[in-house]
């Protein structure tokens, strides 16, 4: 693998500005979703194919994000991202012109495999460029981007939405403009990449997950998926128990969310600093503790601000889960299988972020809202007790056998 500790600020930069496109991909559409079921309200079950156009987009990132990795192992990571983007403009754009609500919903469809396109040789690159100290620096920027770009594209959509519906679809052609970056300021990482195009053998499938550390896989997909859950509950159900137990309107909800993508975007800035001084089991501990301190909080109060300040310790410890499991990932797996291994992250991710409100419709029915939050809470606090335990026992060992235990 080359290292590229000294890579170009330029280079530096188009990975970041790619990173922001999956960001963009769902906060944009969200606020125009109400005028879409207005202008389709002949069609039946409008509202529900309303909300597809935000949700489908998750599930088939979900689904073609293993696809993609495989893809990124065998084609390269550049050639993967530049088509990716490709599809990223001109597929949802062209719901612009559509007088079809299915239709439409065909054009995510793209969107959703454009995104698990960007989102898994991105991190493959960043993985590939960078060692050490500066991957953990650029893998926090990385994470930042989601938050961040969240936040503008909210604004953004809603500004948008004030003017005309349609032109919100417009706002995927930005990915073009991107691609001459991409092009000359991006070079394909020199990794052992596989030339045959053909499907591995039974023998060549095992020689592979062989090669994998599946326990160690397993467990980081299964914390990805729990946590993205559980963030996603912050999007999904704070707006509606905002407004029931506040009173508060609209726009003071979507200053709450905003406030939580922002400070979510500044503590992933710092993950190198995390980093410098926690193993990545000790940020998970971490990170589960925020959890259940956020949501313990915001399910025993009725003061807008103090929910707020909830949602926001929960949310920016979950965000960080996405720069920990992807650093962790990059340096447990070797570079010929990482876009696979990293693209389970993604798969995960997405697949947690879509059945959220499923696995948590049955909590709330039963409990209500708040009593469904607390409940998240406590089960924050069982999984910081949980991955404690296990960071008790690595280090115990790792005091036994210095010289053999590493420390990732």
């Not at 990173?19 to 005028?35: D, F, M």
């Not at 300021?185 to 499907?199: G, H, K, N």
């Not at 010929?336 to 419709?361: C, D, H, K, N, W």
């Amino acid at each position: 693998m080359t290292t590229r500790d000294e890579t170009p600020w330029a280079t530096i930069a188009t990975l970041l500005l790619a990173a922001t496109l999956p960001a963009l991909s769902g906060g944009i559409v969200n606020p125009v979703l109400p005028a879409i079921e207005a202008a389709f309200s002949s069609v039946s079950n409008a509202g529900v194919l309303a909300q597809l156009v935000s949700t489908l987009t998750g599930l088939i990132i979900a689904i073609f994000a293993p696809i993609v990795g495989v893809l990124v192992d065998r084609y390269g990571r550049k050639r993967v991202l530049i088509v990716s983007m490709i599809i990223y403009g001109i597929g949802p754009s062209s719901a612009y012109f559509l007088d079809s609500l299915y239709l439409i919903l065909w054009t995510r469809v793209f969107l959703g495999i454009a995104v698990a396109g960007i989102m898994v040789s991105v991190t493959t690159l960043i993985a590939d460029y960078f060692s050490g100290k500066r991957r953990e620096t650029v893998m926090g920027w990385q994470g930042a981007m989601m938050p961040f770009g969240a936040a503008v594209a909210m604004i953004a959509g809603g500004v948008l939405a004030d003017l005309n519906w349609r032109i919100v679809f417009l706002t995927y052609l930005v990915a073009l403009l991107m691609v001459p970056l991409v092009v000359f300021f991006i070079d394909e990482p020199e990794v052992d990449t596989a030339s045959d195009s053909s499907l591995p053998s039974v023998a060549e499938l095992q020689d592979i997950l062989a090669e994998l550390p599946l326990a160690f896989l397993t467990g980081v997909y299964l914390v990805m998926f729990i946590g993205m859950i559980g963030y996603n509950q912050i999007n999904v159900e704070i707006p509606f128990y905002l407004q029931t137990v506040t009173s508060v309107d609209g726009t003071m909800t979507g200053i709450a969310i905003a406030i939580v993508s922002v400070v979510a975007g500044l503590v992933s800035l710092n993950f190198d600093r995390i980093r410098e001084r926690y193993s990545p089991i000790a940020i998970i501990v971490g990170i589960f503790a925020a959890t259940g301190i956020g949501f313990v909080v915001a399910s025993v109060t009725e003061q807008y601000w103090i929910i707020v300040a909830g949602i926001v310790i929960a949310g920016a410890g979950l965000m960080l889960l996405t720069p920990t499991i992807n650093y962790w990932v990059a340096a447990r797996v070797t570079e010929q299988y990482r876009g696979r291994a990293l693209s389970g992250v993604t798969t995960t991710q997405f697949l947690g972020m879509f059945v959220s409100p499923i696995a948590a419709e049955p909590l709330i029915s039963r409990l209500g809202t708040g009593q469904a939050l607390l409940a998240i809470g406590v089960l924050g606090f069982a999984l910081m007790a949980l991955f404690a335990v296990v960071a008790f026992r690595r280090r115990s060992l790792t005091d036994a056998t210095p010289a053999t235990q590493p420390n990732d």
